[in-house]
């Protein structure tokens, strides 16, 4: 995936959103690969993105990682990057996925979902 958005919205927009996608689909027009999260209350986003958590993205973004290591060179404990890695892991904006270590086992290693996050918010 390349771009990502997160931003807010309402189930009119949400809906709005289909009809222009399944149109374009209709028409035999390309649909291109978009990753939208969308939250009703932009007090949500403010909860979600904080400066830790962009720091863990921005450095996961730059080089995938072990927690560990993403702890490593943000100078952060690790169970607090965990705990970040958690969170932007639900939210869809980092994946975790397991790899196989040279010569014993596996190990995890966190992944941006896309090369670029775009943010946008209303407050009505």
Same mark, same amino acid.
């Given at each position: 995936?390349?771009?990502?958005?997160?931003?807010?919205?309402?189930?009119?927009?949400?809906?709005?959103?289909?009809?222009?996608?399944?149109?374009a689909a209709d028409r035999?027009? =390309?649909?291109?690969?978009?990753?939208?999260?969308?939250?009703?209350?932009p007090a949500d986003v403010?909860?979600?993105?904080?400066?830790?958590?962009?720091?863990?993205?921005? =450095?996961?973004?730059?080089?995938?990682?072990?927690?560990?290591?993403?702890?490593?060179?943000?100078?952060?404990?690790?169970?607090a990057v965990k705990r970040?890695?958690?969170?932007?892991?639900?939210?869809?904006?980092?994946?975790?996925? =397991?790899?196989?270590?040279?010569?014993?086992?596996?190990?995890?290693?966190?992944?941006? @979902?896309?090369?670029? @996050?775009?943010?946008? @918010?209303?407050?009505?």
């Amino acid at each position: 995936m390349k771009k990502l958005h997160v931003g807010t919205g309402s189930e009119v927009e949400f809906f709005a959103r289909g009809k222009r996608i399944a149109r374009a689909a209709d028409r035999g027009e =390309s649909i291109p690969e978009t990753h939208i999260i969308t939250f009703e209350d932009p007090a949500d986003v403010a909860q979600l993105l904080t400066q830790a958590r962009i720091g863990v993205f921005r =450095s996961v973004k730059a080089e995938p990682a072990s927690i560990t290591a993403i702890a490593t060179r943000l100078h952060r404990d690790r169970s607090a990057v965990k705990r970040d890695v958690d969170a932007l892991c639900e939210a869809g904006l980092v994946a975790v996925e =397991s790899v196989p270590n040279a010569g014993h086992g596996m190990h995890k290693i966190v992944r941006a @979902v896309a090369a670029r @996050v775009d943010l946008r @918010v209303s407050i009505d």
